[in-house]
């Protein structure tokens, strides 16, 4: 798990929620137990302060090892946090006091006795609030589905990613990660929201989050990548979108499909038959489309390694390519070329706005004399492992 800036802050932040909220919650409840009396609103906080410390460092530490991925890891985290903080700081408060005779099962259950709001207070905290909290910081959950962009970082190893159709050249990590986090800036500049899956460092091809999954409506399809190195890269963002509330279908073995390969335009979908899909990969997903109303049209993919390496489309339908990377253009309705190789992909942000490499800015002016906005990114790092703009995110809309 990448430990980054943005992970420490939410879980500092989830944290300090969830500490307040037990302070107040203990609080109250020896306040109104006791008679009311004034003066344990001010006592009761100093007399935990142990107890409190440590739930705040559990709970950050759980925040940065994964514990709010999910609910029930947030779960789990508020309980360690609770009991161990509560017992530690409690136990050692009672040290400092003469417990002489006093056997340890009393001891124990005093303890607990006195902590039991402590437990459930913080418990609670962290499993809603200190979960909110962490994922609204974190980009990991929305606030309404609606314009959801999910990405995944980089991997650590991301120079062994694979390599078909072009040389390999040598790869800056340093500089990958900071094109990354452009390119999801540049994504939330634009009114997407990015919410990122977990990312994995011995999955080098992982940050091509596109490959894993397929979104029709709000039906995700998982994919059976054509690589084995990637099969288990649709793991962790099965659950993602699981978390986000969207039915999920799958494609299985001995099917293969990379969502590289799959171009919606209106009601049809293009499908390249290539390297990495194959035709049982694609006759289950037209099983999969045509329920939901979709027309599936296969397309011949030698030249590239995707079909959204050669193609793409543009918001009124338009197909987008290089030619020397396009079997066959006459499969598409409508076909316009396009003058550099790495001016082939777009990602639609808005009806009038595109975004692109920044390697391709003959294609970028072409684009713009259409009458389309155009933002441009720099992602040559990942273009030297045959990725592009559209590799890198997948709408949810």
């Known amino acids: 798990m990448k430990i980054t800036p943005r992970r420490v802050l939410a879980s500092l932040a989830a944290a300090a929620v969830v500490l307040f909220i037990t302070m107040d919650a203990n609080s109250l409840a020896f306040f109104l137990s006791n008679g009311m009396k004034t003066e344990l609103i001010y006592q009761v906080p100093v007399y935990f302060l142990p107890a409190e410390l440590l739930l705040l460092v559990l709970a950050f530490l759980g925040g940065i090892f994964g514990g709010y991925s999910n609910r029930w890891l947030a779960l789990a985290t508020g309980v360690v946090a609770s009991v161990v903080g509560a017992f530690i700081g409690v136990f050692i408060q009672f040290s400092t006091q003469p417990i002489d005779g006093v056997p340890f099962d009393v001891l124990l259950g005093a303890i607990f006795g006195q902590s039991v709001v402590l437990i459930t207070a913080a418990t609670v905290a962290t499993v809603t609030a200190g979960y909110w909290v962490f994922n609204r910081i974190a980009g990991k959950a929305p606030r309404a589905l609606g314009q959801v962009a999910l990405v995944r970082a980089p991997a650590a190893n991301l120079a062994d990613g694979l390599v078909t159709h072009i040389r390999r050249k040598k790869l800056d990590l340093e500089k990958a990660n900071e094109q990354w986090d452009t390119y999801v800036e540049t994504l939330n500049a634009c009114g997407w929201q990015t919410v990122e899956v977990d990312p994995r460092d011995d999955l ?37 979108v699981r978390e986000l509330g969207l039915k999920v279908e799958r494609i299985s073995q001995p099917g293969t499909l990379d969502g ?63 030619p020397p990377l396009v079997d066959n253009s006459e499969l598409f309705p409508r076909f316009q070329p396009v003058p550099e190789a790495h001016g082939t992909a777009v990602v639609v942000l808005a009806p009038d706005l595109l975004l692109m490499s920044a390697a391709a800015p003959k294609t970028a002016v072409l684009l713009q004399d259409l009458g389309y906005n155009v933002v441009t990114v720099d992602i040559s790092e990942f273009e030297k492992l045959e990725g592009c703009v559209t590799c890198l995110s997948v709408r949810v809309r």
């Open 260 to 322: 590289g390969d799959v171009l919606k335009v209106g009601g049809t979908i293009y499908v390249g038959r290539g390297g990495r899909t194959n035709g049982e990969g694609i006759r289950q997903f037209r099983a999969i489309a045509s329920q939901l109303g979709y027309t599936v049209v296969a397309v011949p993919v030698t030249k590239a390694l995707h079909l959204k390496t050669a193609v793409t489309a543009l918001p009124d339908g338009t197909i987008i390519g290089y």
């Open 204 to 240: 080098a091809d992982s940050v091509f989050i596109e490959d894993t999954v397929v979104m029709l409506g709000k039906t995700a399809v998982i994919t059976s990548p054509g690589a084995d190195a990637r099969a288990e890269e649709v793991i962790a963002t099965e659950q993602k």
